[in-house]
């Protein structure tokens, strides 16, 4: 009864089988655009060939690379030539493909470029802009979906290397339309908490899988975030616009953890290194001052200090010769100059020099009583003023005129008549 079921293995080299023997796919001319495309280290090329519609997965082995003149790249149109076949180990069907030639690059790949442009245009990439990232945080936060492998990568990654750091997750929708949105704000939520590190990402994937970090609102936000940021989305060959706005741009979700914090074992060779130095600087230092206090040990002022008395006496006792000697001859001076003081004509005749200024002041009494005007007076003239002014001609006079009149007895009031 059980002869007429078939095992999955059956099943899948049959559907193979009918798939290698169709003429119509052992060469197929199909085009479409690049997606998910990883190289292999043995120079295959794993890939996604998709339209609006559908999709196929695709592989080149190196024998086919080798031909190609371009560099494949996600969101790349391409036109391939291949065969069709399925997969056993999975049975999944697939495009083997021996040649490849450019069709123009995808819509997406187009955005992207032009956003780019946009924003380094306007500066958001500079690296004056960026801020460092701390070497020891306390707090780290993480924007990224609260399950999956990135997550949980970044903990494990932060209590391996460096326990003593907090991790705070910031839980966000990474990948659909919404996830522009969720990201911005779960990036302006971090901000509210006193983080020193922020960390936003996701896990590997397709270019529509990343896109959500390719969008404008999701860079502004990450330029405006004042918490320094490390970006951390897909796999090392995956580069978004996040990766160029962002302060650091890590490979990978666990390479930014690693680079968010430092390794605990580093970090105590680095402390035992610094030990080691600041015991090598005490002892050179107390070398250096051991020198010195010999130095100075050794100095003739210490072994003979009264040497530094007798120099001051020796100074002192000369200091004391010179005051007596300046003394001595300031007394010989004054002495001279008083024995001339009382050698002089006035001391030896004080009248005689009374009686000359006696003359002379009466000498200067003469001239003054021969030019006083009240001596004109006496003799018989007048003098006769004018609003308290002496008037020496009669022109300067009118009729009506009220004149004062000194005599050597008193004064009159005139009037010009």
Same mark, same amino acid.
């Given at each position: ?92 069907? @697939? ?177 035992? @290194? ?10 050179? @230092? ?23 008395? @007798? ?107």
């Amino acid at each position: 009864m059980n002869d007429k079921y078939i095992t999955v293995t059956q099943l899948t080299r049959y559907i193979k089988y009918k798939i290698d023997n169709d003429v119509h796919l052992n060469e197929v001319f199909l085009k479409g655009e690049i997606s998910n495309f990883k190289p292999h280290s043995r120079g295959h090329f794993y890939f996604t060939i998709k339209d609006e519609g559908s999709r196929i997965n695709a592989i080149m082995f190196a024998s086919s690379t080798r031909k190609i003149k371009f560099v494949p790249q996600d969101g790349m149109k391409v036109l391939v030539t291949g065969k069709i076949s399925v997969f056993e180990a999975t049975g999944a069907y @697939q495009i083997y493909v021996n040649d490849m030639l450019e069709d123009g690059v995808g819509n997406l790949y187009i955005a992207y470029e032009q956003l780019k442009k946009k924003l380094e245009e306007e500066g958001l990439f500079r690296e004056e802009h960026k801020k460092k990232i701390p070497k020891i945080p306390k707090r780290v936060g993480v924007v990224t979906a609260p399950t999956g492998a990135a997550i949980k990568d970044i903990i494990s990654t932060i209590k391996r290397r460096w326990p003593l750091t907090e991790v705070y997750l910031f839980p966000s929708l990474v990948q659909g339309e919404d996830a522009k949105d969720d990201i911005v704000k779960q990036i302006k939520r971090a901000e509210q908490y006193d983080l020193d590190t922020l960390i936003v990402g996701r896990g590997g994937g397709s270019i529509e899988d990343l896109w959500a970090f390719n969008e404008e609102v999701v860079a502004r936000a990450i330029y405006e975030c004042p918490i320094p940021t490390i970006s951390a989305v897909g796999h090392e060959v995956d580069f978004t616009i996040a990766d160029f706005v962002a302060d650091l741009r890590a490979p990978t979700p666990t390479g930014a953890a690693e680079m968010a914090v430092p390794q605990l074992s580093d970090m105590i060779g680095y402390l035992k @290194q610094v030990n080691i130095r600041l015991h090598q600087s005490i002892d050179n @230092q107390i070398k250096r001052d051991r020198r010195k206090l010999s130095d100075l040990m050794n100095r003739n002022i210490f072994k003979n200090p009264i040497s530094i008395y @007798q120099t001051k006496e020796m100074l002192f006792d000369s200091i004391i010769e010179r005051l007596k000697f300046s003394l001595v001859n300031l007394t010989n001076v004054k002495e001279k100059e008083l024995i001339k003081i009382k050698n002089s004509y006035i001391l030896k005749n004080p009248y005689k020099l009374l009686d000359n200024k006696s003359n002379k002041y009466l000498q200067i009494i003469s001239k003054l009583e021969t030019l006083s005007p009240l001596l004109t007076l006496k003799r018989g003239y007048t003098i006769t003023k004018k609003d308290n002014k002496v008037i020496n001609s009669m022109k300067k006079l009118k009729k009506g005129d009220v004149l004062c009149i000194s005599f050597n007895d008193g004064d009159i009031d005139a009037e010009v008549i």
